[in-house]
């Protein structure tokens, strides 16, 4: 059974860091594209990092680039996001998702909060 698991959110106040984990299950995370996504209230969602399995070549938009790094540690069969350098703008619900061979992600974990507040 497919299964990913986010971890690490809270509240941190501008200029902080926070590590997001997505613990995954079911399947092994390096044969697939994962990727991380946000949502603020009122917001669309957005791709925040993408990593490509056998190359680890990694994409963010602008918005994060230079301050969001997404790794992972294959044998932990874990997602992580490293974020630097947090703007309140950053404030959203943060999201790990699978994508499949069609190109549709097809599986999300649960999120976690991020709140960047002083």
């Known amino acids: 059974q497919v299964q990913l698991v986010e971890s690490g959110g809270g509240l941190v106040q501008p200029g902080g860091s926070l590590t997001l984990s997505c613990a995954a299950s079911?399947?092994?995370?390096?044969?697939?594209?994962m990727s991380w996504f946000r949502q603020a209230p009122g917001k669309e969602r957005e791709l925040v990092a993408r990593?490509?399995?056998?190359?680890?070549?990694?994409y963010n938009p602008d918005s994060v680039k230079g301050r969001f790094t997404i790794s992972r540690d294959t044998a932990k069969n874990t997602l992580y996001l490293q974020m630097n350098s947090l703007k309140p703008e950053d404030t959203a619900l943060y999201h790990c998702a699978r994508r499949n061979i069609l190109g549709e992600y097809d599986y999300w974990g649960q999120g976690t909060q991020v709140t960047v507040s002083s």
């Open positions: 990593i490509n399995p056998s190359s680890s070549v990694t």
């Open positions: 079911g399947f092994t995370i390096s044969s697939y594209v």
